[in-house]
Nanobody, 124 residues
């Protein structure tokens, strides 16, 4: 099993930035495509960003493209989400996830491991 722990959430003003981190256990972290999802109160969990096992390929939801950047440091078993130009609608609990397989996908049902989440709140 893989354990994922998110950190870096908090309260920030609109237009500000936050950097989320997801630390993973296990020596095979570099074999897993990773993704960030978010869930706001009363909303479905939605895909935010994903990256291949090497970090060489990334994908973003249209709502965050150009503002968020996903990256990973496999030697540190860590994946990051740099969030810039934050908007109130970005307010949500953010989760990192890993899946067995070659590709990062946007369907949350395809992921095998999940972190506990970290709260991001963006004020107007």
């Amino acid at each position: 099993q893989v354990q994922l722990v998110e950190s870096g959430g908090g309260l920030v003003q609109a237009g500000g930035s936050l950097r989320l981190s997801c630390a993973a256990s296990g020596r095979t972290f570099g074999s897993y495509p990773m993704a960030w999802f978010r869930q706001a109160p009363g909303k479905e969990r939605e895909f935010v960003a994903g990256t291949s096992s090497s970090g060489g390929t990334t994908a973003y939801a249209d709502s965050v493209k150009g503002r968020f950047t996903i990256s990973r440091e496999n030697a540190k078993n860590t994946v990051y989400l740099q969030m810039n130009s934050l908007k109130p609608e970005d307010t949500a609990n953010y989760y990192c996830a890993a899946r067995r397989g070659r590709y990062s996908v946007s369907d949350s049902n395809e992921y095998d491991y999940w972190g506990q989440g970290t709260q991001v709140t963006v004020s107007s």
